[in-house]
């Protein structure tokens, strides 16, 4: 029997944004990512991350992927 899982990955995407000063839909417009998937980032309600998604965000912020998400333990 598989074991629960005790660790969520977290994506610190509204921080960074509001660190940068940069508006949601700003990042949508130079990352080519929906508005909808930014904003389910920022609010940590995703249940996959695509790899394009997240370099696209990742080369528009100029930040790696360590800084855009986290594993950490669950609630």
């Known amino acids: 029997m598989r074991q629960p899982v005790n660790t969520q990955i977290k994506c610190h995407l509204q921080r960074i944004l509001t660190a940068k000063a940069i508006p949601q839909a700003k990042l949508a417009e130079i990352s080519g990512v929906s508005p909808t998937t930014i904003n389910c980032l920022c609010v940590n309600k ?30």
Do not use: P, W
Not at 48 to 65: G, K
């Open 46 to 75: 995703f249940g996959r991350i695509d790899m394009r998604t997240s370099t696209a965000i990742c080369d528009a912020l100029q930040i790696t992927i360590a800084d855009l998400f986290e594993l950490a333990q669950k609630n």
